[in-house]
């Protein structure tokens, strides 16, 4: 069986960094994940996915990204439940976070603290630079100026589907 989670998004806002009794660290944070479609309005769509994360990645995530930072996060789709005041069970469904990724430098956001943080795993400030200035040799990228770029429906049966 396999529960592997890999996201790449945007906080929403500053991750909410605790300790537990015994003094470990745990951060609370939700990311916004862009949907690869637009709605029928053609607007684009997200998903906001709570997450948290333990120890010492936890409170490099706190100390080095705030609301607006690009982060990804590898982990795993955990379920737990409790009973609240009133006697129901409430379930809460989140991703539990082995690390998470800096994805943008510290400069890229005007000056704001981000990215660069090293514990969590995430990118060091000159490799994301040297990462940024190298020439892109894909051979799969995608083409510019498609014939569909001002995102118009397309005339399509159902037969040509290949599903």
């Not at 991750?15 to 053609?42: C, E, H, K, M």
């Not at 948290?52 to 990204?65: D, G, T």
């Not at 409790?82 to 991703?95: F, M």
């Not at 990462?131 to 397309?154: H, R």
């Amino acid at each position: 069986m396999l529960n592997r989670v890999v996201l790449v998004g945007r906080l929403t806002k500053d991750p909410d960094l605790r300790y537990t009794a015994s003094g470990v660290a745990v951060a609370n944070f939700t990311i916004a994940v862009n949907r690869p479609f637009s709605n029928q309005q053609g607007e684009r769509e997200a998903d906001f996915i709570n997450c948290v994360i333990w120890r010492k990645p936890a409170e490099n995530l706190a100390n080095y990204m705030g609301k607006g930072s690009l982060v990804g996060v590898d982990g795993r789709i955990q379920t737990r439940s409790y009973d609240n005041q009133e006697g129901k069970r409430v379930y809460i469904t989140e991703v539990v976070a082995d690390s998470v990724q800096f994805l943008e430098s510290r400069n890229s956001k005007g000056g704001q603290p981000q990215g660069g943080g090293q514990g969590s795993g995430g990118y060091q400030d000159n490799q994301y630079q040297n990462q940024q200035q190298a020439p892109n040799n894909n051979q799969y990228s995608q083409p510019t100026g498609s014939p569909n770029d001002n995102m118009e429906p397309i005339d399509i049966s159902d037969d040509d589907l290949p599903f």
